[in-house]
């Protein structure tokens, strides 16, 4: 098992046809992902190295019976894209895109939590189910099938500390970029929901960084609910109050949203924090001792 | 982006909330002449993007023109906080009755807006929040719904506003939710509201926050930034297209992705190092993105070391490699780099820069390894130059 991405995935790729849609869409489908389609309105008809396009998500979803979408348009366009895969019926979106107007996900998140459809993203890197199946723009080399569910707000971040868990041997059940907008689709409580389900996942790698009080959420959630280990990081120690660091998300605001009291938060509900990625993988090995393969 | 008072309060009018006749001026005679325009007694109020002007002395009432102008000679060019006083906004002083406090705050927790009042105005809402909770009345509104007109009376009831003005509180916090809605705020803040002594309601200051993702549509809020009031390396960085953000320190940091970067930064003070600044190369960089980063990150004099900290996905390290080679050619830099390549391409990257045999640029591996080098670099430079 892994979550959200599988074997089972059939996706379609809204912004395909574009420069970076063509191109990360070819290496999902090169590492096994099953792409059954791309939307491109006024492009319907056409395909991306045989893979059909559609004018609209509806027709994709028809001819081709897809159950994930991947939105790869540019952020004006992003809110639109998503609405329209949700009414398409589309179970899980995943929007690689960064830079969408905040009023935009006020608006698709409080429209899509009064459905089933799941949101990941948007600002993010998508999901790796290792050995089954890439929604996104992970680099899916570094990493191999395992026990390690990782879920983050950052990128690179998460390919850094998923590289060093792979050099001491382990490997991954799904890695879920959760975007590091201020309004993303799934938080790390919905994500960790599924980890603690999922029977392949025994170990799950939480990063968070500054901004918002997610971490701190989370925290009370795993207490209540997570029977699974859980490591923790977070990246932000030394920004600066009231200054955006990189992600649109990631900010100080007066006291609220600082690393310091994530990581206090994270810890007094007996989540270990790791203070450097390195550390995380330490922390990790330590948890798993043993069932780590050699 | 934040907004100076008075286009805060242009924003707001647009909108349909009461705010007192004002002049904007930029010199002493624009100032007199403004002050001789909107009549006695008026308040020049500084104009800079920094709380507590009151306090500092940035703000005075002028009851003739004599006065007018002596404020405003004193105003202009006036350090507050550190940011000197280039504008100024002279309006209609108010005869106040009662201050109150509203705001509409874009609450990424509860992922809506959060509408606030308070009695309370004219002070420190944080510490009323921290002193006296109940004082404030909030309400989150569904943004599909919006704001309806029973919040507003909610709203005026549940702080304790006046009774005569429950009806006016409530129709200007509608205007202000259209406002925070139309022009796609992540916060509006009016504090004090006032309501003067002929019982009207009218906001006396004006603090707005845009959403920089939005402004793409809003090209009137896009023109009011003021690259001059920004800082020189963030300026340049911005022009080119680079996420920098400017800190105390002495070691230049680049890395790729807003995260790992952040982490980087931790890395480095862990160590005993303290970083000059963030600067995200973004995914994919290429050479010539390299380049202009490594001018950014050396026009800060302060930068004694530089780390690049790249773990590549999309980004390849032979990429990095190229422009770190580029730039070496072009910018000559003096300080000493500590590269770590990682990831995509990271042997092809680190053959070219061994082959380029770049002065005083040093190879490392693990993040954690090229972290304790660079600040032991700083500090010999350091040394060297002291």
Redesign the interface.
Known sequence: MSILVGPETKLVVTGLTGREGTFHAGNNRRYGTDVVAGVTPGKGGQDVDGVPVFDTVEAAVEATGANTAMVFVP??FAADSIFEAHDAGIELIVCITE??????M??V???LRRGTARLIGPNC?GVLSPGKANVG???AS?FSQGNVGVV?????????IG?ELAQRGFGNSTIVGIG?D??VGSSFIDIIGLFEQDPQTELIVM?G??????EE?TADYIAANVSKPVVG?I??????PG????????IVS?SQGT?VAKAEALEAKGVRVG????QVSEIAADVLGASAPA | MDLLEYQGKQLLRRHGVPVPEGVHATSLEEATQGAADIGYPCVIKAQVLIGGRGKAGGIKVAKDADEAEQHAKAILGMDIRGLTVHELWIEEASDIAAEYYASIVFDRSARAPLVMLSTKGGMDIEEVADSDPDAIARLHVDPLLGFQDFHGRRLAFEAGVDADVVRPVGVLLAKLYDAFIAEEAMLLEVNPLIVTSEREVRALDAKVTLDDNSLFRHTDNAALRDPSAEDPQEQMAKERGLTYVKLDGDIGILGNGAGLVMSTLDVVAQAGGSPANFLDAGGGSKADAIVSAVEVILSDPKVAAVLFNIFGGITRCDEVARGLIEAFATVKPDVPFVVRLDGTNDKEGRRLLAEAELPNVHVEQTMLGAAALVVALAKDRERLTA
């Open positions: 952020p004006r830079g969408i107007p905040a009023h935009d006020l608006r998140y409080t429209h890197p723009i992970i680099p570094f983050s707000r950052s990128g690179t971040l998460t390919y850094q590289n590091g201020p309004i990063c960084e500054i901004g918002g009080d997610e959420r990081y990246a932000g120690f030394t920004a600066p200054k955006t660091m990189g992600h649109a998300g990631a007066g690393a203070r450097t990625p390195t």
